[in-house]
């Protein structure tokens, strides 16, 4: 006779499925990134307590349906080298996850192997995880390397998209124009040339780098300074889907993971407590309580960097179906 | 003469000579690279051992130090002009065999193909040239093939090991610097061996220009000139006339570098471009370096630093090329 608290498991990052008897284990991938040794880790579950086959989520992580719910325990033995190697936040070890609210920390490519990041996307990643986790609150966190944002920033709760300030020696530009045609064809057309040397539209750049990709001289490199572009409170969903909106640009990581974290709690002291299952989602509460109230949580004790513009109040768009 | 001295030893010489020289060496430029946190190695002006980059090829080469990549030749204003000044202090500067071979071809491009040069004259006539050893190939080397993996025309040749500083010294100024120092026989590193090698034919018939070997390239290459501006031997520039934007009488003439792979190098008044398909522009530059520049000169143009290859975002292959087009004139002649 199963006897079971459905609220504790799903904080144990287990499902409660459609099939009577039966859960799904998450394993999450902070960042995106994982050594191929997890990989027969995962398979020896899926196939001793899952159903044999594994599912890839979106937000990177794996999920092994078809798992008995007697076989928790022995699952989350099973997991515990899964979580010491990904470095996962736990409280009690061998018990498995210890919260599931906030949803993996995921992560484009980023600078390990795509040309066009501007910053190590899976290291920003793990380094938000070890920030805000384990944390029963559902928020949504991701990054991406550039403003292409592969992983999807734009429906989430927080995205942090990369930035590079491109610095510009004269003497080393040959007017070859490469810059100002990618500028043009690939991004924003921020560039434009003058008595044969090249002038940037700081006002207009995105950050996105094109130019220092395309330069064949180095006259165009990198800010030593990472920035990023933080776009707030993208979501999916049933009553108002609605992209995220650009809050902060030319931002640091300081600043980033500072607000995250008040956010939480901002979002403890608001979260409406009847909500079904306690979860209401970031994005509601700030429309409920306005904008100005969470502004004034999230930028508590946050510095900015000399180059960062703050966009608020920030408004949303989206359809309305309530 | 050989000397062996100490690192500290050599930081002191070199903060002497700094008095009267700039020296320039293959850097580090951390975070510099064309990606996100990668490294550029290339010219810059350096007081110490340690700034120096020996472990790694330069993506770069020397040649900025002489031919600037873009250097104010002159200041106009209404009926006046005045030449820019030359620098006040003379130049060293470190480099590998290859690229001290790769001087000759600028020597004879700026200084024997017609008329002297003045603006690169000034600069050279200034400079003098540190060798430093090669222990081992690099990557997409080729210099034993080009007979440049060795040099003797070097003002003093440079080892660092882990404690001493080797010297071989051709130079005054430094032999007397250095009367102190124990003397050492030094001979310079050199390799005997690269990954790559290429055979270039004696002659190339104009059969080879109209080869369909060519076409690979017309779709293949981008026209980013990378291959030709991290060259050591490529000599080609343009020239930039402008007036100051808040003035509008008073100007300057650049000069600035130049490339055949990149758009407008054959720009002509009207408009009209002499060679705009990609293939051919890549036939224009194989031809210069392995047998148009030796019709006129006693030498290959290329020297074999490998550098167009290292840094082709296309990955295309210079050596590679040679190659082709000598299996190719095989061929025929057969
Ligand atoms: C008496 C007849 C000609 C003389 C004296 C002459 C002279 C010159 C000179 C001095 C240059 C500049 C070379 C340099 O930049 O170093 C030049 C370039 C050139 N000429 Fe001629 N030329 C003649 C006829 C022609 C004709 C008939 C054509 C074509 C139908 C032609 C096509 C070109 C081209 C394509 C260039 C290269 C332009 C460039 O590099 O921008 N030329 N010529
Ligand atoms: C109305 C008559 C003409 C005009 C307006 C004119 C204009 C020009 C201009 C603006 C250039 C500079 C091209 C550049 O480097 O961007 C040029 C170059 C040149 N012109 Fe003329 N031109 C004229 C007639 C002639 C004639 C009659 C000849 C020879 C018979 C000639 C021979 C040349 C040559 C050889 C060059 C150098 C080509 C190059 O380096 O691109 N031009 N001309
Ligand atoms: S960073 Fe991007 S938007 Fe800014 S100038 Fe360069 S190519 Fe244009
Ligand atoms: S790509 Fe580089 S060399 Fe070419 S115009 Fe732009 S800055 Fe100058
Ligand atoms: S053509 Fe290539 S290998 Fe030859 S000297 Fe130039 S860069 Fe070096
Ligand atoms: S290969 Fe092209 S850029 Fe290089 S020297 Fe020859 S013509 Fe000039
Ligand atoms: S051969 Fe390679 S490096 Fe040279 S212009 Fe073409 S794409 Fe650029």
């Given at each position: 006779?199963?006897?079971?608290?459905?609220?504790?498991?799903?904080?144990?990052a287990?499902?409660?499925?459609?099939?009577?008897?039966?859960?799904?284990?998450r394993i999450r991938i902070p960042g995106g990134l994982l050594?191929?040794?997890?990989?027969?880790?995962?398979?020896?579950?899926?196939?001793?307590?899952?159903?044999?086959?594994?599912h890839l989520t979106t937000r990177q992580g794996f999920e092994?349906?078809?798992?008995?719910?007697?076989?928790?325990?022995?699952?989350?033995?099973?997991?515990?080298?899964?979580?010491?190697?990904l470095e996962i936040n736990?409280?009690?070890?061998?018990?498995?996850y210890?919260a599931s609210g906030t949803r993996n920390v995921s992560a484009c490519i980023g600078s390990n192997t795509c040309?066009f990041a501007n910053y190590n996307t899976t290291d920003f990643a793990k380094k938000m995880e070890k920030e805000i986790f384990p944390n029963d609150l559902h928020f949504k966190v991701a990054f991406t390397g550039c403003a292409n944002d592969c992983i999807k920033t734009r429906m989430h709760d927080f995205g942090i998209i990369g930035m590079t300030?491109?610095?510009?020696?004269?003497?080393?530009?040959?007017?070859?124009?490469?810059?100002?045609?990618?500028?043009?064809?690939?991004?924003?057309?921020?560039?434009?040339?003058?008595?044969?040397?090249?002038?940037?539209?700081?006002?207009?750049?995105v950050g996105c780098g094109?130019?220092?990709?395309?330069?064949?001289?180095?006259?165009?490199?990198?800010?030593?300074?990472k920035y990023y572009r933080l776009v707030i409170m993208g979501r999916t969903g049933?009553?108002?889907p609605r992209l995220a909106e650009d809050y902060l640009v030319w931002t640091d990581e300081a600043a980033i993971i500072k607000i995250v974290k008040n956010t939480y709690?901002?979002v403890?002291?608001?979260?409406?407590?009847?909500?079904?299952?306690?979860k209401?989602h970031i994005g509601y509460i700030i429309?409920?309580?306005?904008?100005?109230?969470f502004?004034?949580?999230a930028?508590?004790?946050?510095?900015?960097?000399?180059?960062?513009?703050?966009k608020?109040?920030v408004?949303w768009?989206g359809?309305?179906?309530? | 003469?050989?000397?062996?001295?100490?690192?500290?030893?050599?930081?002191?010489?070199?903060?002497?000579?700094?008095?009267?020289?700039?020296?320039?060496?293959?850097?580090?430029?951390?975070?510099?690279?064309?990606?996100a946190?990668?490294?550029?190695?290339?010219?810059?002006?350096?007081?110490?051992?340690?700034?120096?980059?020996?472990?790694?090829?330069?993506?770069?080469?020397?040649?900025?130090?002489?031919?600037?990549?873009?250097?104010?030749?002159?200041?106009?204003?209404?009926?006046?002009?005045?030449?820019?000044?030359?620098?006040?202090?003379?130049?060293?500067?470190?480099?590998?065999?290859?690229?001290?071979?790769?001087?000759?071809?600028?020597?004879?491009?700026?200084?024997?193909?017609?008329?002297?040069?003045?603006?690169?004259?000034?600069?050279?006539?200034?400079?003098?040239?540190?060798?430093?050893?090669?222990?081992?190939?690099?990557?997409?080397?080729?210099?034993?093939?080009?007979?440049?993996?060795?040099?003797?025309?070097?003002?003093?040749?440079?080892?660092?090991?882990?404690?001493?500083?080797?010297?071989?010294?051709?130079?005054?100024?430094?032999?007397?610097?250095?009367?102190?120092?124990?003397?050492?026989?030094?001979?310079?590193?050199?390799?005997?061996?690269?990954?790559?090698?290429?055979?270039?034919?004696?002659?190339?018939?104009?059969?080879?220009?109209?080869?369909?070997?060519?076409?690979?390239?017309?779709?293949?290459?981008?026209?980013?000139?990378?291959?030709?501006?991290?060259?050591?031997?490529?000599?080609?520039?343009?020239?930039?006339?402008?007036?100051?934007?808040?003035?509008?009488?008073?100007?300057?003439?650049?000069?600035?570098?130049?490339?055949?792979?990149?758009?407008?190098?054959?720009?002509?008044?009207?408009?009209?471009?002499?060679?705009?398909?990609?293939?051919?522009?890549?036939?224009?530059?194989?031809?210069?370096?392995?047998?148009?520049?030796?019709?006129?000169?006693?030498?290959?143009?290329?020297?074999?630093?490998?550098?167009?290859?290292?840094?082709?975002?296309?990955?295309?292959?210079?050596?590679?090329?040679?190659?082709?087009?000598?299996?190719?004139?095989?061929?025929?002649?057969?």
């Amino acid at each position: 006779m199963l006897d079971l608290n459905t609220k504790k498991i799903k904080k144990n990052a287990y499902r409660i499925t459609k099939v009577r008897g039966e859960t799904a284990s998450r394993i999450r991938i902070p960042g995106g990134l994982l050594t191929a040794d997890l990989l027969p880790k995962i398979q020896e579950i899926a196939e001793t307590y899952g159903n044999g086959r594994i599912h890839l989520t979106t937000r990177q992580g794996f999920e092994i349906p078809g798992i008995r719910y007697e076989d928790m325990d022995a699952v989350n033995t099973l997991l515990q080298p899964i979580i010491d190697q990904l470095e996962i936040n736990q409280v009690i070890p061998g018990k498995g996850y210890t919260a599931s609210g906030t949803r993996n920390v995921s992560a484009c490519i980023g600078s390990n192997t795509c040309p066009f990041a501007n910053y190590n996307t899976t290291d920003f990643a793990k380094k938000m995880e070890k920030e805000i986790f384990p944390n029963d609150l559902h928020f949504k966190v991701a990054f991406t390397g550039c403003a292409n944002d592969c992983i999807k920033t734009r429906m989430h709760d927080f995205g942090i998209i990369g930035m590079t300030e491109p610095q510009y020696d004269k003497d080393r530009c040959v007017n070859c124009q490469a810059c100002v045609k990618a500028c043009k064809q690939k991004s924003v057309d921020a560039l434009s040339v003058e008595n044969y040397k090249i002038v940037r539209d700081a006002a207009k750049c995105v950050g996105c780098g094109e130019c220092v990709i395309n330069c064949p001289t180095r006259a165009w490199t990198r800010s030593t300074k990472k920035y990023y572009r933080l776009v707030i409170m993208g979501r999916t969903g049933k009553r108002n889907p609605r992209l995220a909106e650009d809050y902060l640009v030319w931002t640091d990581e300081a600043a980033i993971i500072k607000i995250v974290k008040n956010t939480y709690k901002f979002v403890k002291e608001y979260i409406d407590t009847t909500a079904p299952g306690g979860k209401e989602h970031i994005g509601y509460i700030i429309d409920r309580v306005g904008f100005k109230e969470f502004e004034k949580w999230a930028l508590d004790g946050v510095e900015f960097d000399e180059k960062t513009i703050v966009k608020g109040p920030v408004y949303w768009s989206g359809p309305h179906y309530d | 003469m050989g000397y062996q001295i100490n690192k500290t030893k050599m930081n002191t010489l070199f903060t002497d000579l700094l008095e009267n020289y700039t020296i320039y060496a293959p850097k580090r430029f951390v975070g510099g690279g064309t990606f996100a946190d990668t490294d550029c190695i290339r010219y810059g002006e350096i007081s110490t051992l340690e700034e120096i980059e020996f472990s790694e090829k330069s993506d770069y080469s020397f040649k900025e130090v002489l031919l600037p990549i873009s250097e104010t030749l002159f200041y106009f204003t209404e009926a006046v002009m005045k030449e820019s000044d030359p620098p006040l202090k003379e130049a060293i500067v470190f480099l590998r065999s290859c690229d001290l071979h790769s001087l000759n071809r600028l020597d004879t491009i700026y200084l024997k193909n017609g008329p002297v040069d003045p603006y690169y004259k000034r600069l050279r006539d200034h400079t003098h040239f540190i060798l430093m050893g090669c222990e081992n190939t690099f990557e997409n080397c080729f210099c034993v093939s080009m007979g440049t993996n060795q040099s003797t025309n070097y003002d003093a040749y440079i080892k660092v090991t882990a404690e001493e500083v080797l010297i071989d010294s051709h130079w005054n100024l430094l032999d007397q610097a250095l009367a102190n120092a124990q003397p050492f026989t030094v001979v310079p590193d050199s390799v005997s061996i690269n990954n790559i090698s290429v055979e270039i034919p004696e002659s190339i018939p104009q059969s080879v220009f109209d080869s369909t070997l060519w076409d690979d390239y017309t779709a293949r290459c981008i026209a980013c000139g990378r291959c030709t501006f991290v060259c050591p031997t490529c000599t080609c520039f343009t020239m930039q006339d402008l007036f100051y934007s808040d003035n509008g009488k008073a100007g300057e003439r650049r000069r600035v570098w130049a490339s055949c792979q990149v758009d407008g190098y054959t720009d002509v008044a009207g408009g009209h471009a002499f060679r705009e398909n990609k293939g051919q522009r890549m036939r224009f530059k194989v031809m210069h370096k392995i047998s148009d520049y030796k019709k006129r000169f006693d030498n290959q143009m290329c020297t074999g630093c490998g550098r167009c290859d290292d840094i082709c975002p296309e990955y295309i292959s210079f050596s590679n090329c040679i190659n082709k087009v000598n299996a190719l004139v095989k061929e025929e002649n057969r």
